[in-house]
């Protein structure tokens, strides 16, 4: 089963505009990774966040972390349309190092 | 460097069937997890080999397993093929440290007829 569900399921925007998706988690957590899939291929990791760490920002992302709510974001700023994909958020949790458990996605259409 | 490298991208099969996959992890990677995809499902785990030692095992029937040889290359086979068994079969690598992302590969995409 899944740990998490992620917020909203889609999402479309247009070319320029900020996306944010939510992502919640059920156990403690040593990390908290997001990943993108583009159409059925491979995931691609974009950040991992520890769980002592409480933001994140890497290019046009930024990641945070609230492990009292068991809770993170991911923020795209000035969204592309190269950007549209699906974005899931995958916790290691403790005890399980090596394990990932991915939430249930969030499908972003950016438009011209 | 090369990526991660899951032969072969597309398979069908029949049912009563087995079926193996391969996958190269990044060079120095001692680290191969799978996961399964499925529109039902979503992205579940299988499991996960380190230095050729099973590590990790999600909670899958026993007719899936896997190994991974000296070379870190892992294969996980699935025998008695069942129609539920189509799905997008993913392959990971990392170095083994759960503080480091995973790298995935592109896929191979089971169809069971």
């Known amino acids: 089963s899944q740990q998490g569900e992620e917020d909203p399921q889609a999402l479309s925007i247009q070319e320029g505009e900020n996306a944010t998706m939510n992502c919640s988690y059920k156990t403690s957590i040593n990390n908290l990774q997001w990943y993108r899939q583009n159409s059925g291929r491979g995931l691609v990791h974009l950040i991992l966040?520890?769980?002592?760490?409480r933001e994140k920002h890497s290019g046009r992302l930024r990641v945070t972390l609230d492990t009292s709510k068991k809770s993170s974001s991911l923020l795209i700023t000035a969204s592309r349309a190269a950007d549209t994909a699906s974005y899931f958020c995958?916790?290691?949790?403790?005890?399980?190092?090596?394990?990932?458990?991915f939430g249930t996605g969030t499908r972003l259409q950016v438009t011209l | 460097k090369a990526g991660v490298t899951q032969t072969p991208r597309y398979l069908i099969k029949t049912r009563g069937q087995q079926v193996t996959l391969s996958c190269s992890p990044i060079?120095?990677?001692?680290?191969v997890s799978w996961y399964q995809q499925t529109p039902g499902q979503g992205l579940q785990f299988l499991f996960e080999y380190f230095s050729e030692t099973q590590r990790n095992k999600g909670n899958f029937p026993g007719r899936f397993s896997g190994r991974q040889f000296s070379n870190s290359r892992s294969e996980m086979n699935v025998s008695t093929l069942e129609l539920g068994d189509s799905a997008l079969y993913l392959c990971a690598s990392s170095p083994g440290d759960s503080n480091y992302g995973y790298t995935f590969g592109s896929g191979t995409r089971l169809t069971v007829v």
């Open positions: 966040i520890r769980s002592n760490e």
């Open positions: 060079s120095g990677h001692r680290s």
């Open positions: 995958a916790t290691d949790f403790t005890g399980t190092a090596s394990k990932l458990t």
